[in-house]
């Protein structure tokens, strides 16, 4: 029997650490990190989100996780990337500076890398799990959304990834059935010298959402669990990990009923991790929580002849301290080259009418709203487009940031009105945050002012009247404020996936017009 199958999980908890003075940079940061020019501007990651692995001798073994990407390849930087977390390129960069360190790595992720259908969510799907083996990930379960997109898209980017190192493991899930599957029920690795079993499951209720999608092959998790647990009891691996796609509760109840795996990492918890492990009941087994987005990874740190603190944790967050890597910036240019090949009809957005008109842009409005368009013109919005264009890679053909940063685009739902923005040299009076995105379409009534069709007075003021948007008293969105129609208007896209520090009644005496002129 291998000595570590016994192994003890007496955790050093270890905090996220702010401030750290009279510490070095390279002292705070274990990994040979870079700052970006974000991250020495006015924002510092380390003083906002804590420094990490402070005091952490190099481990025997560095056990990884995480979870819940829901399509953040990179973080959208609607509130700036030095004021983000998440994406691809940092992850990368976090990797590989642990790696140089001599540290020997085991990366896990308990899926989840989209959260939406469609085209885009495909394209994303592949892109992620081919980014997921670029940067040796040894276990990946299959989430619930991924299995709702078309079943040969997810087929077609499994197939595609290296057989020998393929990472998407489930005991209960099969695509096109279990024997033919293009996952593992299970995958035993050798890092650091040691040998780690990983497996995964699918959570019972969405076994239950997906038993009625063809080609997906489903069992019930405790039931295919068991009999994996016994393979890879027989297996003689020195640690076992359990992926579950499901609740942290049900997390739980699974590492109980199976104690032979150290590390059960969850799905389905809160959007940050929280700053400890969990405990399982019954077992000595640790629950870990990897958040949502990718905007943080577990990184355990384990120390064999350590007998007071075997394992020591650590949330990291990927902040503005980690530079991009250069592989993952290529693979998110041609995840951008691909978006604008297809084009928006290719991606199936040929857009349907809008209930309440057609737009016309913004500087139709301006030829008689003179004063409203200088303050406009003055705003952010009135560049949101060129912001898209001045990104690198450009992301002026992506549905989801051209949503809120085009005119006549519905913004929770990323797809484009009949009328609204197309292309820069299609449309290009609808670039911008424009006014119809807060007023609603303005063809009739600028058809109306102008005399291009007859209107009656009456019919001209209701025109004027559907256009007006007020303010109410005290309308915002913090505690004991007024959640207006404005306001809400606004939250639609400065939500708290892309602006979660938004507060109206500080932003909107930015943007404030009143009157016709």
């Avoid at 350590?306 to 980690?322: E, H, I, K, S």
């Avoid at 424009?434 to 102008?450: K, L, Q, R, T, V």
Wanted: charged share 20%; proline share 6%; with cysteine.
């Amino acid at each position: 029997m291998r000595h570590l199958r016994g192994f003890c999980l007496n955790v050093l908890f270890v905090g996220v650490l702010v401030g750290c003075e009279g510490q070095s940079q390279s002292t705070r940061l274990a990994a040979p990190v870079t700052l970006t020019a974000a991250g020495s501007s006015t924002v510092d990651p380390v003083k906002a989100n804590g420094a990490i692995f402070v005091d952490w001798p190099k481990p025997d073994l560095a056990l990884v996780f995480s979870g819940e990407l829901d399509g953040y390849l990179e973080p959208c930087g609607c509130a700036g990337l030095e004021n983000q977390k998440g994406g691809l390129k940092r992850r990368l960069a976090m990797l590989d500076g642990l790696r140089k360190q001599g540290w020997p790595l085991a990366a896990f992720d308990v899926g989840g890398l989209t959260k939406r259908l469609g085209l885009q969510a495909e394209i994303k799907f592949e892109v992620a799990a081919n980014a997921l083996e670029q940067m040796g990930y040894d276990g990946i379960a299959l989430g619930a959304n991924e299995l709702q997109l078309n079943v040969d898209a997810i087929a077609f980017a499994l197939m595609n990834l290296d057989p020998e190192t393929n990472p998407f493991v489930s005991a209960n899930v099969g695509i096109y059935g279990f024997e033919n599957s293009p996952t593992s029920r299970y995958r035993v690795v050798t890092v650091g010298g040691k040998r780690i079993g990983v497996t995964s499951v699918l959570g019972a209720k969405h076994c239950v959402e997906l038993a009625k999608v063809a080609d997906i092959e489903v069992r019930e998790p405790t039931e295919a669990l068991a009999e994996a647990a016994q393979q890879l009891a027989a297996l003689n691996c020195d640690l076992q990990v359990l992926l579950v796609h499901g609740t942290p509760a049900e997390a739980k109840e699974l590492g109980a009923e199976f104690p032979q795996f150290q590390f059960v990492a969850a799905a389905g918890g809160a959007e940050e991790p929280p700053a400890r492990p969990g405990e399982i009941e019954g077992s000595k087994g640790m629950l870990i929580d990897a958040g949502h987005k990718g905007m943080y990874v577990i990184v355990l740190g384990l120390y064999f002849n350590d007998a007071q603190n075997p394992v020591r944790y650590q949330r990291v967050p990927l902040d503005a301290r980690f530079s991009d890597a250069p592989e993952m910036q290529q693979s998110l240019i041609e995840y951008q080259g691909k978006l604008e090949t297809m084009g928006l009809e290719g991606l199936g957005l040929k857009g349907n009418p809008n209930p309440e008109g057609e737009f016309v842009g913004s500087g139709t409005c301006g030829d008689c709203h003179t004063e409203a368009t200088e303050v406009f013109e003055a705003t952010p919005h009135a560049h949101a487009t060129d912001t898209l264009v001045n990104l690198d890679p450009p992301r002026h053909y992506d549905p989801e940031c051209l949503s809120c940063h085009v005119v006549g685009w519905n913004p929770q739902q990323y797809f484009p009105y009949a009328s609204g923005y197309k292309s820069l040299a299609e449309t290009p009076e609808l670039v911008g945050q424009g006014c119809e995105n807060c007023h609603g379409p303005g063809a009739a009534h600028a058809a109306a002012e102008s005399g291009e069709v007859d209107a009656t007075d009456e019919q001209i003021a209701k025109l004027r009247a559907g256009m007006r948007l007020e303010v109410v008293e005290n309308e915002g969105n913090q505690e004991g404020q007024v959640l207006g129609r404005v306001v809400k208007m606004c939250m639609e896209c400065h939500d708290l996936d892309n602006s979660p520090e938004f507060d109206f009644q500080e932003y909107w005496p930015q943007v404030k017009h009143e009157g016709k002129y």
